[in-house]
């Protein structure tokens, strides 16, 4: 069982785009995948149609009540986010085992389930904490932009700091490059900038820049169930199949 948190300290990464379709491609091949929305923009929750849901993580975190699952598909489950995790920090950073709480709240559930995927907020915060706190593995999407990787150093730092002080399972599974454009000559110089920077934790699979992802996301749909011969659909499933290999 694996509990995984996808993050990056900056917007605009595929950072949610990837956790919709990794959970999803997961949950194709037959495992149990649990998709947990930590960031108040609940671009995760949105991105499978869900609007303004009954009860979401911020109701448990801030009552310590038990996740609200929905079930989005034949192995695949969502607990949803809404704009009201937006103040969750402040209520909760006097509380004491603050960063404990979505651990807490994942122990009950993680038998059912064969992959925790954790969608953070675009940024450094106590909920990102408590997620990396919660996470045996972390992945970072990273775009195919030139100076993607500035700040990762320091990501990576916290990553540590947090390995060293509240989680010593806490893993760098590896980075995965988003939004490749594979008609730019600078492509090919980005690439390989990242592997000499970053080496063997860059996957090989690269995420083709693909307009089908995001007119997935508007239908409330994976990309597998909206265009499965895409190459958004190609490139997410030969990641996963990457993801399953290397964190095994």
Known sequence: MKTISIMNHKGGTGKTTSSINIGAGLAKKGLKVLLLDIDSQANLTEGFGIVDPEE?????IRENKKLPILNISENLDLVPSSIDLLGAEMEIVSKIGREQILNKLLKTVRPNYDYVIIDCPPSVG?????????SDTILLPLQG????????????GIVQEVKENLNENLEIGGVFITQINTQRVLTKTIIEKLTEDLQDKV???KIRINVALAEAQLQGQSIFDYAPESNGAKDYEMLVEEIITKLN
Do not use: H, P
């Open 56 to 60: 979401s993580v911020y109701d448990s």
């Open 126 to 134: 106590l909920l990102t904490v408590n997620a990396m706190v919660a």
């Open 145 to 156: 932009e030139y100076f993607a990787y500035k700040g990762v150093d320091r990501l990576l």
């Open 203 to 205: 996957f090989d699979t």
